[in-house]
């Protein structure tokens, strides 16, 4: 008992401090757990509900009656939706290609060491704090050809000046390009500003010193030093254009005609509108694949990049 | 024993007192609509006030948004959780939709003592009635083909109002000479259909109506007639204004009243418009069936459906359906809403020329079975059918699909969608 009589002393003070050492590492993972519980459920518990009732005859409400592979041949068979994934084919290749291209094109304007890149950060980022169903009524406002750009010159002289893209159903789905572009490449640029800043300067001054041009800096050291960023941009507006719904319905309401059918605001309407759930469920679960597609991929890259 | 005694009464008394009172407190409907909009809301008010007159409170759940989708979202969501409200606005095949799910409350005692199988008229109550059992009860009747001139542009143009869909086309181009847009109309779906209906009921007949909409028969959907009907979409469409895409009915009618437009094609609730501009039927503008289609009547009816809701507000709820079917609330509620009374016994004299009109007209199509339902609203198709068919004709009249393309997809579309 005596040989052991400092050990109760260390015994005492250890507890102590274990108690506080795993109450900071294990508060994260309290804190943590309820938003972990809320996404199971929410998130991926209803992931598996919507599959389930993509295998049901679920028309006006849930059912669970299986029903095979029927709301898939039903999906597949509907002309709007070939129309929703020509028109998000179109959306998605302009929208992720001109937001990249534009938002790198101002982040190099912007990282010439402007003096008023203060002010004009703010201007280019501004958009993207702006709903989606704002930015569409302002677009659908500003492109109406007896409001808005048109009308405005007509008024000033221009007489014969036309632009009814909104209103013509072979251009509509141009209009929400514009409108998603408008938003988000201004988001992009900060990105690419952000990468911009991060690249060592001391490799550009060497390659100056070595006699390369601006463009050749650009294009040999610069831009390929910001794949990273490249592939963030490209996930980021991937999902975006995928699940864009709030902006079609604002600009254009899905028309002309169906001109504008999305296959997010093609879920809503089989699922809500038409009661037929069980197509509704189909067509989320093929987008939910689609952009499975695109994160796996890169997951799957980042993973192993961490790796190595 | 006598202390005891009046312990017990007291105690009894107050048993009593609280279950009155628990029963009185669940006097209450609940009720799940969509008219928000300045006018529905007044004209809905007054059916509140009659049912707190009976004790029966009025719990108020307005889902505005998309002519109802969004309500129908919210009532999916009440009745997946198992707590319907009592009563919900409903239209057409949806009531019949809702009824297979086994949620409908039982009308049967009530319609049999107020006779409502005698005023109702019979093309209404097969919606009303599920499975020979009445579940709802209709507030109104409106009407979809209707043709709103504005008088001053119809004087202009020789004052004849056109009788048949010639003579429409031919006042159309006098109102393109006079410089004003002949034809307002707002491109959206139910717009366009509310039209093409029209349309179909003036070029084939009250029987191809029935054959080709209500049937939805193939050989009906792709004939020579609807050639026809789809052609003449095609001439209405170059009557329109560039800015009609996506544009609301009420901003359409505003154009007539303002006689920036000649004319509209729209259901009698856009008389509601007219009469807040201080307008007067007759003198002011002038309300005919779409030219063609003068005896027959194609309705769209606001009903409340009675959900079920167990004994507890089954007092409350019977006593809100026989709100519903007064007549003096009906007269009351339509003389707002600019929609005709469910039941055909009511006088007409409280009502103003449009809808002494539009009650004449339907006792009589009631009478001669041309008392159709519209598409448009869905008194013709269950849901799905009836987008499928809107599909078609909308994207028809934007031009992405010839008139020979729409007359096969037509068919396919209804066979898709079956």
């Known amino acids: 008992m005596t040989t052991i009589e400092p050990m109760p002393v260390i015994a005492a003070e250890r507890p102590r401090k274990s108690f506080a050492d795993r109450l900071r590492s294990g508060l994260p993972k309290l804190v943590l757990a309820p938003s972990f519980a809320v996404i199971l459920i929410f998130v991926y518990g209803f992931i598996l509900w919507t599959i389930t009732l993509s295998f049901t005859t679920s028309r006006i409400l849930p059912v669970y009656k299986w029903g095979g592979f029927d709301a898939y041949f039903r999906l597949w068979s509907q002309p709007n939706w070939y129309v929703a994934m020509q028109n998000l084919a179109i959306f998605g290749v302009l929208y992720i290609a001109l937001c990249t291209a534009i938002g790198l094109f101002i982040a190099i304007l912007m990282d010439q060491r402007i003096r008023a890149e203060g002010v004009l950060r703010p201007i280019f980022l501004y958009p993207m704090a702006l709903s989606f169903v704002v930015t569409g009524t302002a677009w659908k406002w500003f492109l109406n050809p007896g409001l808005g750009l048109e009308h405005t010159m007509r008024n000033l002289g221009w007489e014969s000046f036309t632009f009814d893209w909104l209103v013509n159903p072979k251009m509509a789905i141009y209009t929400v390009v514009i409108a998603g572009v408008w938003q988000a490449s201004g988001f992009i640029m900060a990105m690419f500003l952000a990468g911009l800043r991060g690249i060592d300067g001391e490799i550009i001054k060497a390659a100056q010193i070595d006699g390369a041009s601006t463009v050749s800096i650009y294009r040999r050291i610069i831009i390929p030093l910001l794949r990273p960023v490249f592939l963030s941009a490209f996930i980021v507006l991937a999902h975006m254009a995928i699940k864009s719904y709030d902006l079609v319905i604002a600009l254009t309401g899905g028309g002309p005609g169906n001109a504008t059918e999305l296959p997010s605001t093609f879920m809503y309407s089989y699922t809500f509108n038409r009661n037929q759930m069980n197509v509704g469920s189909a067509s989320a679960v093929m987008m939910l694949m689609g952009i499975t597609a695109i994160i796996v991929p890169y997951l799957y890259s980042e993973l192993r990049e961490k790796k190595q | 024993m006598n202390i005891r005694a009046i312990t017990k009464l007291a105690a009894g008394v107050a048993l009593l007192a609280m279950t009155a009172g628990a029963v009185k ?181 009250p029987d191809f109506y029935k054959k080709a909409v209500l049937e939805a028969d193939p050989a009906a959907l792709s004939g020579d007639t609807m050639k026809k009907v789809f052609d003449d979409m095609s001439k209405l469409r170059t ?36 009469l807040r501009a201080k307008k007067e039927p007759g003198k002011d503008f002038v309300c005919i069936r779409f030219p063609g289609t003068q005896g027959s009547v194609l309705f769209n009816a606001d009903q409340f459906m009675m959900f079920d809701v167990g004994k507890k507000s089954a007092d409350a709820q019977m006593k809100m359906a026989s709100a519903v079917e007064n007549p003096a609330f009906q007269i009351a509620f339509n003389k707002v809403k600019g929609s005709v009374p469910a039941r055909t016994d009511i006088p007409d004299t409280d009502f103003d020329d449009c809808a002494k009109k539009g009650m004449k007209d339907l006792s009589e199509a009631s009478s001669k079975g041309t008392l159709m339902g519209s598409l448009a609203h869905g008194y013709a198709q269950p849901a799905a059918i009836k987008e499928a068919m809107l599909d078609v004709i909308t994207q028809h009249l934007n031009g992405q699909l010839t008139t020979d393309a729409a007359l096969k997809r037509l068919p396919e579309a209804v066979a898709a969608a079956k």
């Open chain 2, 25 to 205: 407190a669940a006097e209450e409907v609940e009720v799940l609509h969509w008219w928000t909009s300045g006018g529905e809301a007044a004209a809905l008010n007054v059916l509140k006030e009659n049912l707190q007159k009976e004790g029966v409170s009025w719990k108020d759940m307005p889902v505005a948004g998309g002519a109802g989708s969004a309500a129908m979202t919210a009532l999916r969501a009440r009745v997946t959780a198992g707590d319907p409200p009592t009563a919900v606005q409903l239209l057409g095949f949806d009531l019949r939709d809702w009824s297979q799910m086994g949620v409908a409350a039982n009308l049967d005692e009530l319609a049999a003592k107020e006779g409502w199988d005698k005023v109702i008229p019979p093309a209404l109550q097969e919606f009303s009635k599920y499975d020979g059992h009445w579940v709802a009860a209709p507030v109104n009747i409106h009407s979809t083909n209707w043709l709103w001139l504005n008088k001053a542009a119809l004087d202009k143009a020789g004052g004849k109002v056109p009788t048949n869909i010639d003579e429409l086309f031919a006042l159309l181009d006098k109102f393109k000479a006079e410089g004003i847009v002949p034809l307002a109309h707002g491109g959206v779906p139910w717009q366009d259909g509310t039209l093409w209906e029209a349309v179909v009921l003036s070029v084939g007949g």
């Open chain 2, 239 to 274: 009557y329109f204004d560039p800015n009609f895409s996506g544009r609301e009915w009420n901003l359409s009618t505003a154009l007539v009243i303002e006689g920036k437009a000649g004319a509209q094609e729209m259901g009698d609730w856009s008389k509601g418009e007219w």
